[in-house]
């Protein structure tokens, strides 16, 4: 699989159990965000890749072993690959910080954490029950059961691959379906090396395959492709809105996580320390680059400027560098058209007249090397009508936007098309009920920012997603249900009615 050559690792992907190339035989190369070189060949998936990948998905999911387990025995597999990722979350972890530029501080706890969507899936799996109807008609005997759906495509962004994965795979494979798992071209390697634990789980070949390359290229045809049921998609408004148009016309289900500017919004009664930490989590972990990224800052009037000081403060005490370095708190940008946007959008804050309190523009330290890093950015004076308020940057770029009272917080946080995530610091009981209630987003954090869990749904309202990731209720977004009839009649009754 990764077998040097030169200095580039090389990878092959996994189709039916098999590591193999590409039909294209040609190869893309994955850079290291923080030296800004390649590191990794990777092939170059086509069409014709896709489609084979879909037939051996669906060639497991219809014949071998696959179909054949009970959903316990599934389950024992998930919580066998779930043991596997522990052993080598360090590993994982490190392949991640390469490929895409993530902090070890934050990736070793990630991908240890990680295995527990396989366990608790895998839990899951041998206790979705269906019903046993009370039949409004004699003689009749009435059950629902739970099914698969068939094969999965899903598609998974750069910014937390293996973790994003998870929440679909784990899932998926719970609920018995086989699934084609696309990553981003910037960050293709952590899923290949995913697949050796998933070989070495027992997993039957065909049950998880990846392809590798670019979206258009291979993502697509596998949402065009007539075997694929289900299309998982985590990634930009703009491609999750191409990829359910195209699903429509196979009248295949989508679950769509995409987008987010979420308000992090803070009140005069909050514990202003926390509240700082809060909001630095919010934008500047991760370098912004999250969809849950808390991009603006709604700040009550009367505490404006003592606040912005002390973020200010805070931020300027962050330590950027090699994300390979456990005292590193922010690292690169993962990719050169991204780092080319958030300047962008740091240009465009400019011309919209706001004022950048701290960095707003490359940062050119030498701890930083080569690496495509941005300084951590505050802009004041905005207003939420500015394309930095409304637009999703993905970067570390915090727009500051100031609020009266309750009324004008609420109006502000919901003024965007998006709404994934909002954080409310406020000590006051009845003011964070309230505002729970009345910011539309699919997560509401508050006194906390950046929490999730295997057990709490995820996803979003309004142009931030279709369907929910993680807890319980949503393994059967990978599930369909069917109704058994069974007549205990002696006779059939007049065939010419409705029964
Ligand atoms: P980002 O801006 O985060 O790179 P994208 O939404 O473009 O987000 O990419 C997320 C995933 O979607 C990646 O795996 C990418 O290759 C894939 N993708 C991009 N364009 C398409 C497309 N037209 N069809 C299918 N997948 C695509």
Same mark, same amino acid.
């Not at 969809?291 to 603006?296: H, K, L």
């Not at 807890?471 to 393994?475: A, L, N, S, V």
């Given at each position: 699989m990764d077998t040097p050559t030169g200095t580039l690792s090389r990878y092959k992907m996994f189709i039916g159990g098999e590591w193999v190339e590409s039909a294209s035989d040609q190869h893309f190369e994955s850079d290291n965000p923080f030296t800004g070189k390649p590191w990794a060949l990777v092939p170059r998936g086509n069409a014709q890749d896709a489609d084979r990948a879909v037939r051996a998905a669906h060639r497991a999911y219809t014949s071998g072993d696959w179909p054949k387990l009970t959903a316990s025995r599934r389950g024992a597999l998930l919580r066998k690959l779930a043991d596997l990722i522990g052993e080598k979350a360090k590993h994982l972890a490190e392949i991640e910080v390469r490929d895409n530029g993530k902090l070890i501080a934050e990736m070793s706890a990630q991908t240890a954490y990680m295995a527990q969507w396989y366990y608790y899936y895998g839990g899951l799996a041998d206790k979705i029950e269906g019903r046993v109807i009370p039949a409004d008609k004699p003689d009749t005997f009435n059950y629902t059961r739970y099914e698969p759906l068939g094969v999965v495509a899903a598609i998974i962004p750069w910014n937390s691959p293996l973790l994003l994965t998870a929440w679909k795979l784990a899932p998926a494979l719970a609920a018995g379906n086989t699934v084609v798992l696309k990553p981003s071209e910037y960050t293709p390697a952590s899923a290949l090396e995913f697949m050796k634990l998933v070989e070495q789980a027992g997993l039957p070949p065909g049950v998880v395959n990846v392809v590798t390359g670019f979206g258009p290229e291979v993502g697509m045809p596998l949402v065009e492709h007539p075997l694929v049921a289900k299309v998982a998609f985590t990634g930009s408004d703009r491609t999750g809105t191409l990829i359910y148009q195209t699903a429509a016309k196979g009248l295949k289900r989508v679950t769509m996580e995409l987008g987010g500017k979420s308000p992090n919004i803070v009140f005069d009664d909050a514990h202003l320390e926390n509240a700082v930490k809060g909001v630095i989590s919010g934008i500047f972990a991760a370098t912004g680059q999250t969809?849950?990224? +808390?991009?603006?800052l709604l700040v009550q009037k009367t505490i404006h400027d003592e606040f912005v000081e002390k973020l200010v403060a805070f931020a300027k005490t962050a330590r950027m560098g090699d994300p390979m370095s456990l005292d590193t708190q922010v690292g690169p940008v993962t990719n050169p058209p991204q780092f080319k946007k958030i300047l962008d959008y740091i240009d465009i804050a400019k011309g919209e007249g706001a004022r950048a309190v701290l960095g707003g523009a490359r940062a050119a330290r030498p701890e930083c090397g080569s690496g495509w890093f941005v300084e951590p950015t505050i802009f004041t004076g905005v207003k939420n009508s500015m394309r930095i308020a409304q637009e999703e940057v993905f970067g570390p770029v915090l727009a500051v936007i100031p609020f009266e009272d309750e009324e004008q917080a609420v109006a502000i946080g919901n003024d965007v098309v998006y709404g994934l995530a909002a954080g409310v610091w406020t000590q006051n009981m009845r003011r964070a009920l309230m505002m729970a209630d009345r910011l539309q987003a699919g997560t509401v954090w508050i006194n906390t920012y950046r929490a999730v869990s295997y057990l709490s749904p995820f996803g979003g309202y309004k142009r931030s997603g279709i369907g929910r990731e993680s +807890?319980?209720?949503?393994?059967k977004d990978y599930m369909q249900v069917k109704s058994v009839w069974i007549s205990t009649a002696t006779e059939v009754p007049n065939p010419f009615v409705l029964r």
């Open positions: 969809c849950i990224a +808390g991009s603006r +807890g319980q209720e949503m393994i």
